[in-house]
């Protein structure tokens, strides 16, 4: 500890300021209530740019009212905590002095995103294209080309980044690294709810004909302000409740449309592939670089979507939806529904047989599955032989295991196939205990060969199974604890919310937490003028009654394009 003291104090400029302020302050009545404030401006000589010197202290006198943000504030007695803002280019460098040793300045609002010559030209043929449409339109005015500023998000993404050939400390510092990922996603997210908080009181929500009504009854009332309500959390934020609602009513309508579910597959990241344990740096585990699971994963995940939707090795497949869950155990996996053509149905136990097992596979003929089931595709063991076991609830597994004895797969009344597993004799040992086919977990045989992870595959003959795997579907995020009844959505979603590392390196490169196939569109479902109008607070009524768009919603464009088709069309 008294060598890292002082590195930090020969190395760490901020170390030395804060010690020259405590002096500072020594001198000077200690029995007054001093603060001396460290102030970074951007846009200045000094500030952002360049490192703080001694004239940039400035000392605030209690009850003065400053008005000005503060950015880092040393007391010398009385008060409480000052919270650094997480838009001080100082606050990473004073958060996490071992990752940032030097007194690095990091990321402020102001920094601006230098494009390659690739990007720049295409952001150039792209503005040159909207010019081109609006001058068809008949719009008037220029479209105004505006500053790209250099967002946390894309800053953290480069920051965490290996490359070749260049020493970044922020991949050795272990768990570390982690909470430093935790905390920039966590300002990022805090930075996207604020904006909504902040902004939400100029928007505000009301239906189309109690508009009109107030316009009739009382002409001279122009203030929109007065009618309607104000819209909190809305459904474009990502993981948020009406996001996670919409996208589980798509799922829904896919599944009404295509009758039932075929295939239901859950992924688990193996932190063992040899694509992560080769570019760990020495003395690392996987736990310690969260961003290289998260980016094997997603390649991962992509590679085996293609093996079953573009080489169809279970056929043709009309839809799929699936979704990406973080738990607090920091491993991120894949939950797959799966809806196959006509013709492709698993509807036989010889035609479940030849693409789901749930036995042990022969260590002769097939030693990469064998590896793999004995692995990952061992439940337990659980039960007497193991009653602390995570999944015993009240003394019983909460996933059935071990099973019964079947001899050949028979199509199950609970809506999944009964799986065979024979009482062949054939069994192995797993951690002490001697495991059979009762606790092997149903898994394809090709795609854990290949892949070389936990893949559970479960076939679904009957609606009753939808229930059970669209629970899983959507369960939106972990929470380390509950607070119920919050009338602001935006505080509710906050409360509690546990964020594991891989969850906010997932976030910050911005990967899909949901996708679905085919595309569903939303149809406002709606009497004559009782749709939802959103509009600014400072609008006048007649101007939010006069605009087009407030009167054309997906419902009614959905009726015009079908009027030409008859009774079906209507």
């Not at 209690?62 to 000052?82: C, F, H, K, M, S």
Request: aromatic share 10%; hydrophobic share 35%; glycine share 6%.
């Amino acid at each position: 500890m008294r060598d890292l003291q002082n590195m930090l104090m020969v190395n760490h400029p901020f170390a030395r300021i804060y010690h020259h302020g405590h002096q500072i302050l020594q001198n000077h009545n200690a029995e007054a209530d001093y603060e001396i404030a460290l102030r970074l401006i951007p846009g200045t000589n000094r500030g952002v740019y360049n490192l703080p010197s001694n004239n940039e202290y400035a000392f605030i006198l209690p009850g003065t009212g400053n008005a000005e943000p503060r950015d880092i504030v040393l007391r010398l007695r009385g008060g409480l905590l000052e919270r650094i803002s997480d838009l001080n280019p100082a606050y990473a460098t004073l958060q996490y002095p071992l990752l940032l040793p030097f007194g690095t300045l990091e990321w402020h609002p102001e920094l601006q995103l230098v494009e390659t010559e690739r990007q720049r030209e295409r952001r150039f043929n792209n503005r040159r294209r909207n010019i081109a449409q609006r001058e068809e339109a008949g719009l008037e005015g220029e479209e105004v080309e505006r500053d790209r500023k250099l967002t946390l998000s894309v800053y953290t993404t480069y920051r965490i980044h290996f490359r070749q050939n260049d020493f970044n400390i922020l991949l050795r510092g272990g768990q570390l690294f982690c909470r430093y990922v935790v905390d920039m996603y966590a300002s990022i997210d805090q930075q996207r709810l604020m904006w909504i908080k902040r902004n939400q009181a100029r928007f505000r929500a009301a239906r189309l004909n109690h508009l009109e009504d107030a316009n009739m009854n009382d002409p001279d009332i122009l203030d929109a302000n007065d009618i309607g309500q104000r819209v909190f959390l809305p459904s474009s934020y990502t993981g948020g409740p009406r996001n996670m609602a919409q996208n589980y009513q798509d799922s829904m309508a896919i599944a009404r449309f295509y009758s039932k579910v075929d295939l239901f597959l859950t992924m688990t990241t193996n932190p063992k592939w040899p694509e992560i344990e080769r570019e760990l740096l020495p003395g690392q585990t996987a736990y310690d670089r969260p961003e290289l699971v998260v980016r094997v994963f997603q390649l991962k995940k992509q590679a085996l979507l293609d093996r079953i939707i573009k080489d169809k090795i279970y056929g043709e497949v009309d839809a799929y939806v699936y979704t990406i869950e973080l738990q607090k155990r920091g491993l991120p996996h894949m939950h797959l529904l799966l809806f196959l053509k006509n013709g492709y149905k698993l509807t036989t136990p010889e035609a479940v047989d030849s693409c789901i097992s749930a036995q042990w596979p022969d260590r002769e003929q097939n030693p990469l599955l064998f590896d793999t089931v004995l692995e990952h595709m061992v439940h337990g063991p659980c039960g007497a032989a193991n009653p602390n076991a995570p999944c015993m609830v009240n003394g019983k597994c909460s996933k059935r295991f071990p099973q019964e004895f079947n001899e050949e797969t028979t199509m199950g009344e609970n809506g999944y196939a009964r799986m065979a597993r024979p009482d062949n004799g054939v069994a192995f040992e797993v951690c002490g205990i001697w495991v059979d086919n009762r606790w092997i977990v149903a898994h394809p045989r090709a795609l854990c060969a290949e892949f070389d992870c936990h893949i559970n595959l479960e076939c679904a003959i009957s609606l009753a199974s939808v229930r059970y795997s669209f629970k899983y579907l959507h369960k939106g995020p972990d929470r380390g604890s509950a607070e119920v009844s919050q009338d602001n959505e935006v505080k509710t979603y906050i409360d509690g919310r546990y964020i594991s590392a891989t969850d906010a390196v997932w976030r910050i490169f911005h990967f899909p937490i949901h996708e679905q196939h085919p595309p569903v569109v939303r149809l406002q479902i709606h009497l004559p003028g009782e749709q939802n109008v959103v509009y600014r607070d400072d609008q006048e009524i007649n101007e939010v009654l006069a605009a087009n768009a407030n009167k054309r919603t997906t419902l009614t464009a959905f009726f015009e394009a079908n009027a030409d088709n008859g009774p079906a069309g209507d």
